[in-house]
């Protein structure tokens, strides 16, 4: 099992659906939230095609530049779904059927097929043949999420490997919590604070463009975001748990300067509903 400390993370959305317009990836935006409020890094994120090549690429080059990297989609039955041998591959791991997870797919599956159909059964026993660890390249078989059969693949303690559906994606994902969070440390954790204002963007940019210059030592990001319907602009000032006195500051610094006021996270969600 996995256990070097966390900091930085990375998403791999993985099918033509998402490319070719057929859905709408939401993953990526469950997994940026996920990161802020753990205390991670979220540095990239990208989505590829279902061709093996991409994958592989895509998972090693991952791996090497991001301590926490989960891949969404491709570990259904069907022949597009390659994401498990691809990855078994970027590793040189075989493949192996799981036994602990066909028991509880067979106990915990909603859907009953007919055991007399032989290529149902192979077809859905796919999702069951998992990369297996090696001398060089550990697994580690993770049920995040106790009413569901389906397993979280971790491959060389760094790729989580995760279905694309998103209900699972999620449940999966925040059932990961009591593996992940004793790996980051707390000094990590960020928050963001906010200011609401009726200054143009424009009118602002000379006074965040200065204030961030003020900050870069101490990695806190000043970023300006629009509410067009409203008529309001929001000022987003996000720094560590070290900071936060400092941070606090910051917002009576922008309140005064912008003739501004701090709104919280609820309420700066509200202006974009006007």
């Not at 149902?120 to 990369?131: F, H, I, N, S």
């Not at 003020?214 to 629009?226: E, F, M, T």
């Not at 067009?228 to 309140?255: F, H, P, Q, R, W």
Request: with cysteine.
């Amino acid at each position: 099992m996995a256990t070097h400390s966390l900091s930085t993370a990375a998403c791999l959305i993985i099918g033509d659906e998402v490319l070719n317009g057929k859905i709408r990836d939401a993953n990526s935006y469950t997994f940026a939230k996920y990161c802020f409020e753990i205390g991670l890094d979220l540095k990239r994120v990208e989505v590829i095609s279902d061709e093996e090549h991409e994958i592989v690429e895509a998972a090693q080059r991952m791996a090497e530049n991001y301590d926490f990297v989960v891949t969404s989609g491709g570990i259904g039955p069907t022949h597009d779904d390659i994401t498990y041998q691809s990855i078994a591959k970027a590793f040189n791991l075989p493949l192996a059927l799981h036994e602990e997870t066909v028991k509880r797919m067979k106990r915990l599956g909603s859907r009953r097929i007919d055991p007399n159909d032989q290529e149902a059964v192979k077809a859905r026993m796919r999702m069951a043949t998992l990369p297996k660890g090696n001398t060089t390249t550990e697994t580690d078989i993770i049920y995040s999420l106790e009413n569901s059969w389906v397993p979280v693949v971790c491959v060389a303690s760094k790729i989580y490997i995760l279905p694309g559906i998103p209900q699972l994606f999620n449940g999966l994902l925040f059932g990961l919590r009591s593996h992940i969070l004793p790996r980051i440390p707390t000094s990590q954790r960020k928050h963001r604070l906010l200011v609401a204002t009726r200054k143009a963007e424009s009118e602002m940019a000379s006074f965040l463009t200065k204030l961030q210059e003020r900050v870069n030592d101490k990695d806190i990001k000043i970023g300006s975001y629009p509410h067009m319907s409203a008529g309001i602009n929001t000022v987003s000032i996000v720094g560590k748990e070290e900071y936060l006195d400092y941070m606090k500051g910051l917002v009576k610094e922008t309140e005064q300067a912008l003739e501004g006021k701090e709104v919280s996270v609820e309420e700066e969600a509200k202006l974009s509903l006007r």
